[in-house]
């Protein structure tokens, strides 16, 4: 029978789930591999061909360390909280866990018509109330925690308030908020509890504060930077402004120097190190406070506070003509003076339209207002005049910067656009608009206790001086900033916190999980509280305290979900001690660049925190990240003819002849073109108007236009697997997703060339068969020939595997199957193992073959890899080109083992050498072995 792929596919699937194929045990004599997918979140739309991808690559390699021996871990799971089915949910009046199941049920379906071999045991859902069970109980284990310096880990809050009971403040070297105060223990001990807690929270590793968010009004909640561009939130384009509330945050801060020290024990891409090491932005340099000026506007208990700024150029404190203030910082509406108040209450008002990500990539802004006010320079006492611009944000360092327009280039084009000084304080500096680095040469001018000095001297008496006189201090800053953890919206996890006197407690472990309470609409209620507010009789402790109304952010069920994968049912831990310690972490990640700055970082920061309780031993969660390249759109375009005036017609011209006529491209559904030709009658069935189109054609076919874009319904070039794999089969999808090109690489999706794969499959189906499809396989013995191609692709795809270079593997399995077709190979010992090589890619044919050759159905997934026998390879024989005086005149196939004497005999007792030496007595035969023969007359 020929190949029949849906019956042998539809098998084999039911095959697999219902003798569970693919359930891992978590214990074993095998070695462990854990491979893993960053899981999707359930879209209606559901799968397109570009998401398969990273799956595919992961099968396959998980497959294939099945057969290299491992006991792997391969889970799949939903990240299924999210805004999307929460705006459907208001668009509609449906439940988010309706729309949630529905779509999951369409993912599950289409990722089981691809033939993954997921463990689906052990599948996971984040809006499951069994698993953010433990997303609150990890959330409960940070806001019980602090960090402690000194240990270079976190720690029970416990311990903490020992500290504070038996020394106080004293012995504490914590992170913390900046405003913490210095007591006694007899202090401690006299404190009410409201002030015991409100102490504690500036420690805990979860805490309130008031923090500058990313608001939206029309969607009701604070989104995270990554959610919002050009001032617009990314899910349905709405403005968003920036704005104070009062917010859970997380000291990811604690962890910055780990976070960096941790990229150089992983194998990452180095794009994504980078981006990393760029977000966490550490600084070294010196924490400088600058007394505000004393005058009319400014009142008595102003006048003794101080701007306090970080630099990493405290040698350029002489060159400092201004300072600059977040437009969000605290004191701009309070040093603000009257004749200056109109201009900076309208540039706060434009700031608040602009979110953070752009005003920090925007390098080149020189707007800003100024406060009327004005700072003392500590080493100089000169006035230093007090600004606003949004490229500093309340959020990063303190909120402020000292302008050195000597010495940096935007305070450059900031001072000399608002005509503040520009003080040169280096002999190296010889053009004002470039920033000097006295670190290479130069010494220091006009620098007061500096003044010619080199760039380490400098640095170190200034360190120096600011500690004495009690004005600022050497600090090592981090550019990034706590992570703020909480949205006002519902579809997310309950934050397992009461409050009481308006200050937060935990809800007891054993009333885990808090679970999201029904609600009457979806949306903030008429006050502006979240949707939780809408809740009836939901509060703690028969309606003592009110709940937090706030859910977690969308990242808080992927920060920890490879854990639960690892011990997926356990009811009395977020995975035992037993599985993390066999399974341990990732060996294998494979997911989107677009996660490097977020989830990514989220993981390792819990992954970090969870080692230092001693639930893990492993300090980074994924030892290897592969970042699968996206899959682009192939848009197709029809040309509509306009008339004389430019009116649009219904005819439509084909590509090569558009030039001839005023016409407009129009986007055509991907779906009704095959090899850039349109189907006519699909066009004119797809819509009312087009139903009477007519067509201009080219050789009597209409041929589309091509352009490469991002895949997007709104351009009809989506391609649903479903499709392919009704007309092709799943392995033919999952072979020609890897064809494509390499795994981390961007591509074009092509269908054009999808059928090339399946006639490759079609004929590997047919060495096992005869012209009438009959199975027919030979026990003999195979040949060298046989052997050798056989043993070329152990290697080849054992090769290509162990690097990632799928592509290059299905062109190899090409190249195999056209060899042994051509040497009539139909032998046993050569395709029984032709199949267990190829099964990784192509699983539902080979497994079907597997039986065929008599094996048993199921085993095929744990047999054995081929060994690699490099025998075979060696080559015994070299065809000889034979040249007479330098002339090449023919070919001689000769054994290597041969020596200069016995190839000298044959070549000149050969008949066709005779024809050419006719008669002649050679001089000499230069022979070099496995290259030439030279016969010299």
Same mark, same amino acid.
């Given at each position: 029978?020929?190949?029949?792929?849906?019956?042998?596919?539809?098998?084999?699937?039911?095959?697999?789930?219902?003798?569970?194929?693919?359930?891992?045990?978590?214990?074993?004599?095998?070695?462990?591999?854990?491979?893993?997918?960053?899981? *999707?979140?359930?879209?209606?739309?559901?799968?397109?061909?570009?998401?398969?991808?990273?799956?595919?690559?992961?099968?396959?390699?998980?497959?294939?360390?099945?057969?290299?021996?491992?006991?792997?871990?391969? *889970?799949?799971?939903?990240?299924?909280?999210?805004?999307?089915?929460?705006?459907?949910?208001?668009?509609?009046?449906?439940?988010?866990?309706?729309?949630?199941?529905?779509?999951?049920?369409?993912?599950?379906?289409?990722?089981?018509?691809?033939?993954?071999?997921?463990?689906?045991?052990?599948?996971?859902?984040?809006?499951?109330?069994?698993?953010?069970?433990?997303?609150?109980?990890?959330?409960?284990?940070?806001?019980?925690?602090?960090?402690?310096?000194?240990?270079?880990?976190?720690?029970?809050?416990?311990?903490?308030?020992?500290?504070?009971?038996?020394?106080?403040?004293?012995?504490?070297?914590?992170?913390?908020?900046?405003?913490?105060?210095?007591?006694?223990?007899?202090?401690?001990?006299?404190?009410?509890?409201?002030?015991?807690?409100?102490?504690?929270?500036?420690?805990?590793?979860? #805490?309130?504060?008031?923090?500058?968010?990313?608001?939206?009004?029309?969607?009701?909640?604070?989104?995270? $930077?990554?959610?919002?561009?050009?001032?617009?939130?990314?899910?349905?384009?709405?403005?968003?402004?920036?704005?104070?509330?009062?917010?859970?945050?997380?000291?990811?801060?604690?962890?910055?120097?780990?976070?960096?020290?941790?990229?150089?024990?992983?194998?990452?891409?180095?794009?994504?190190?980078?981006?990393?090491?760029?977000?966490?932005?550490?600084?070294?340099?010196?924490?400088?406070?600058?007394?505000?000026?004393?005058?009319?506007?400014?009142?008595?208990?102003?006048?003794?506070?101080?701007?306090?700024?970080?630099?990493?150029?405290?040698?350029?404190?002489?060159?400092?003509?201004?300072?600059?203030?977040?437009?969000?910082?605290?004191?701009?509406?309070?040093?603000?003076?009257?004749?200056?108040?109109?201009?900076?209450?309208?540039?706060?008002?434009?700031?608040?339209?602009?979110?953070?990500?752009?005003?920090?990539?925007?390098?080149?802004?020189?707007?800003?207002?100024?406060?009327?006010?004005?700072?003392?320079?500590?080493?100089?006492?000169?006035? +230093?005049?007090?600004?606003?611009?949004?490229?500093?944000?309340?959020?990063?360092?303190?909120?402020?910067?000292?302008?050195?327009?000597?010495?940096?280039?935007?305070?450059?084009?900031?001072?000399?656009?608002?005509?503040?000084?520009?003080?040169?304080?280096?002999?190296?500096?010889?053009?004002?608009?470039?920033?000097?680095?006295?670190?290479?040469?130069?010494?220091?001018? =006009?620098?007061?206790?500096?003044?010619?000095?080199?760039?380490?001297?400098?640095?170190?008496?200034?360190?120096?001086?600011?500690?004495?006189? =009690?004005?600022?201090?050497?600090?090592?800053?981090?550019?990034?900033?706590?992570?703020?953890?909480?949205?006002?919206?519902?579809?997310?996890?309950?934050? *397992?916190?009461?409050?009481?006197?308006?200050?937060?407690?935990?809800?007891?472990?054993?009333?885990?999980?808090?679970?999201?309470?029904?609600?009457?609409?979806?949306?903030?209620?008429?006050?502006?509280?979240?949707?939780?507010?809408?809740?009836?009789?939901?509060?703690?402790?028969?309606? !003592?305290?009110?709940?937090?109304?706030?859910?977690?952010?969308?990242?808080?069920?992927?920060?920890?979900?490879?854990?639960?994968?690892?011990?997926?049912? $356990?009811?009395?831990?977020?995975?035992?001690?037993?599985?993390?310690?066999?399974?341990?972490?990732?060996?294998?990640?494979?997911?989107?660049?677009?996660?490097?700055?977020?989830?990514?970082?989220?993981?390792?920061?819990?992954?970090?925190?969870?080692?230092?309780?001693?639930?893990?031993?492993?300090?980074?969660?994924?030892? !290897?990240?592969?970042?699968?390249?996206?899959?682009?759109?192939?848009?197709?375009?029809? #040309?509509?003819?306009?008339?004389?005036?430019?009116?649009?017609?219904?005819?439509?011209?084909?590509?090569?002849?558009?030039?001839?006529?005023?016409?407009?491209?129009?986007?055509?559904?991907?779906?009704?073109? +095959?090899?850039?030709?349109? =189907?006519?009658?699909?066009?004119?069935?797809?819509?009312?108007?087009?139903?009477?189109?007519?067509?201009?054609?080219?050789?009597?076919?209409?041929?589309?236009?091509?352009?490469?874009?991002?895949?997007?319904?709104?351009? #009809?070039?989506?391609?649903?697997?479903?499709?392919?794999?009704?007309?092709?089969?799943?392995?033919?999808?999952?072979?020609?997703?890897?064809?494509?090109?390499?795994?981390?690489?961007?591509?074009?999706?092509?269908?054009?060339?999808?059928?090339?794969?399946?006639?490759?499959?079609?004929?590997?189906?047919?060495?096992?068969?005869?012209?009438?499809?009959?199975?027919?396989?030979?026990?003999?013995?195979?040949?060298?020939?046989?052997?050798?191609?056989?043993?070329?692709?152990?290697?080849?795809?054992?090769?290509?595997?162990?690097?990632?270079?799928?592509?290059?593997?299905?062109?190899?399995?090409?190249?195999?199957?056209?060899?042994?077709?051509?040497?009539?190979?139909?032998?046993?010992?050569?395709?029984?193992?032709?199949?267990?090589?190829?099964?990784?890619?192509?699983?539902?044919?080979?497994?079907?073959?597997?039986?065929?050759?008599?094996?048993?159905?199921?085993?095929?997934?744990?047999?054995?890899?081929?060994?690699?026998?490099?025998?075979?390879?060696?080559?015994?024989?070299?065809?000889?080109?034979?040249?007479?005086?330098?002339?090449?005149?023919?070919?001689?196939?000769?054994?290597?083992?041969?020596?200069?004497?016995? +190839?000298?005999?044959? +070549?000149?007792?050969?008949?066709?050498?005779?024809?050419?030496?006719?008669?002649?007595?050679?001089?000499?035969?230069?022979?070099?072995?496995?290259?030439?023969?030279?016969?010299?007359?």
């Amino acid at each position: 029978m020929d190949y029949q792929f849906k019956d042998i596919e539809e098998r084999w699937q039911k095959f697999w789930a219902s003798n569970k194929t693919f359930k891992t045990n978590t214990t074993s004599e095998k070695p462990k591999y854990y491979v893993l997918d960053m899981f *999707p979140y359930p879209s209606g739309a559901g799968l397109h061909v570009g998401h398969p991808l990273g799956y595919i690559a992961s099968d396959i390699f998980a497959r294939y360390k099945r057969l290299k021996g491992f006991n792997v871990l391969h *889970p799949m799971g939903y990240d299924s909280f999210g805004l999307p089915a929460e705006q459907y949910a208001i668009q509609t009046g449906q439940h988010p866990a309706i729309t949630t199941e529905s779509n999951i049920n369409t993912y599950r379906k289409q990722l089981d018509r691809i033939g993954f071999s997921f463990d689906w045991d052990r599948e996971v859902r984040t809006s499951d109330a069994g698993y953010y069970k433990w997303t609150q109980w990890i959330f409960m284990q940070l806001f019980n925690s602090w960090y402690n310096i000194d240990a270079d880990k976190a720690e029970p809050i416990s311990t903490l308030i020992e500290k504070f009971s038996t020394s106080g403040t004293l012995n504490v070297n914590a992170v913390s908020d900046d405003d913490t105060i210095d007591f006694q223990p007899s202090d401690w001990a006299n404190y009410s509890e409201t002030q015991k807690q409100e102490i504690l929270l500036k420690y805990r590793l979860t #805490y309130l504060k008031e923090s500058t968010v990313n608001w939206c009004a029309a969607l009701g909640t604070v989104l995270a $930077n990554d959610e919002v561009k050009d001032g617009f939130s990314e899910r349905g384009g709405h403005p968003v402004e920036q704005k104070k509330m009062m917010q859970w945050s997380m000291r990811i801060t604690a962890y910055a120097d780990r976070l960096l020290q941790g990229l150089d024990t992983v194998d990452w891409p180095d794009p994504v190190k980078e981006m990393q090491k760029n977000w966490i932005g550490k600084s070294v340099g010196a924490s400088v406070r600058f007394k505000l000026n004393e005058n009319d506007a400014l009142s008595s208990e102003l006048s003794s506070q101080q701007i306090e700024v970080f630099t990493t150029r405290i040698d350029t404190i002489y060159g400092v003509s201004f300072l600059v203030l977040a437009p969000e910082h605290e004191l701009v509406s309070k040093i603000t003076t009257p004749a200056q108040k109109a201009d900076v209450e309208n540039y706060i008002e434009q700031t608040k339209k602009k979110s953070e990500l752009d005003r920090m990539a925007d390098t080149k802004s020189t707007s800003g207002a100024f406060t009327g006010s004005y700072a003392i320079n500590p080493l100089n006492g000169e006035l +230093v005049p007090i600004w606003i611009a949004d490229y500093v944000l309340a959020g990063y360092g303190t909120g402020a910067v000292m302008g050195v327009p000597s010495g940096d280039q935007r305070d450059w084009l900031f001072a000399t656009k608002f005509n503040l000084p520009i003080q040169q304080i280096s002999d190296a500096q010889v053009d004002l608009n470039i920033q000097a680095d006295p670190t290479k040469e130069g010494k220091y001018i =006009n620098s007061g206790i500096i003044n010619g000095m080199d760039y380490s001297a400098a640095v170190a008496t200034l360190n120096q001086w600011i500690e004495e006189n =009690n004005v600022g201090k050497a600090k090592v800053n981090f550019r990034m900033r706590d992570a703020i953890f909480g949205r006002q919206r519902y579809w997310g996890e309950p934050i *397992p916190v009461y409050f009481n006197d308006g200050l937060p407690y935990l809800i007891d472990e054993e009333e885990l999980p808090l679970l999201l309470p029904e609600v009457d609409k979806y949306l903030p209620t008429e006050t502006g509280e979240p949707p939780l507010a809408r809740a009836k009789d939901w509060s703690y402790s028969a309606n !003592k305290y009110s709940y937090e109304l706030s859910t977690m952010p969308g990242w808080a069920g992927s920060s920890w979900y490879w854990f639960r994968y690892m011990d997926a049912d $356990n009811n009395q831990a977020f995975a035992s001690k037993e599985a993390i310690d066999y399974w341990k972490n990732v060996d294998l990640y494979i997911g989107g660049s677009e996660h490097a700055t977020g989830h990514l970082l989220y993981s390792r920061f819990w992954n970090k925190f969870l080692k230092d309780l001693g639930y893990t031993q492993e300090e980074e969660p994924f030892k !290897k990240l592969i970042n699968q390249g996206m899959i682009q759109g192939r848009s197709n375009f029809v #040309y509509r003819v306009a008339d004389a005036n430019g009116k649009p017609t219904n005819t439509y011209v084909s590509h090569g002849l558009k030039a001839q006529y005023n016409c407009t491209a129009i986007h055509v559904d991907v779906n009704m073109v +095959v090899n850039d030709q349109l =189907n006519i009658q699909q066009f004119r069935n797809w819509r009312e108007e087009f139903k009477t189109a007519e067509f201009i054609l080219e050789d009597g076919k209409y041929i589309c236009g091509v352009e490469v874009e991002k895949m997007s319904k709104s351009k #009809y070039n989506v391609v649903n697997p479903d499709d392919l794999i009704e007309r092709y089969g799943a392995d033919t999808l999952r072979m020609y997703e890897m064809f494509l090109g390499p795994l981390e690489q961007s591509k074009p999706w092509n269908t054009n060339g999808i059928e090339g794969v399946f006639k490759f499959l079609r004929k590997f189906w047919k060495l096992f068969h005869d012209n009438e499809f009959n199975f027919v396989v030979s026990n003999h013995e195979p040949t060298k020939a046989e052997l050798k191609a056989l043993h070329k692709i152990i290697k080849k795809v054992q090769d290509d595997i162990e690097r990632f270079s799928f592509n290059t593997s299905v062109s190899s399995f090409m190249i195999a199957v056209n060899e042994l077709t051509d040497l009539k190979c139909n032998k046993r010992a050569i395709l029984k193992d032709l199949v267990v090589i190829l099964s990784p890619y192509a699983p539902h044919i080979c497994e079907e073959l597997w039986v065929l050759l008599g094996e048993e159905a199921g085993k095929l997934s744990y047999a054995q890899f081929p060994m690699f026998n490099p025998e075979y390879l060696v080559e015994d024989s070299f065809s000889y080109p034979v040249s007479i005086n330098g002339k090449m005149r023919l070919n001689l196939n000769l054994s290597l083992n041969l020596d200069a004497k016995e +190839v000298e005999s044959i +070549v000149l007792a050969d008949e066709n050498v005779q024809k050419y030496l006719e008669g002649a007595i050679p001089k000499k035969v230069i022979f070099v072995k496995g290259r030439i023969i030279n016969i010299v007359i």
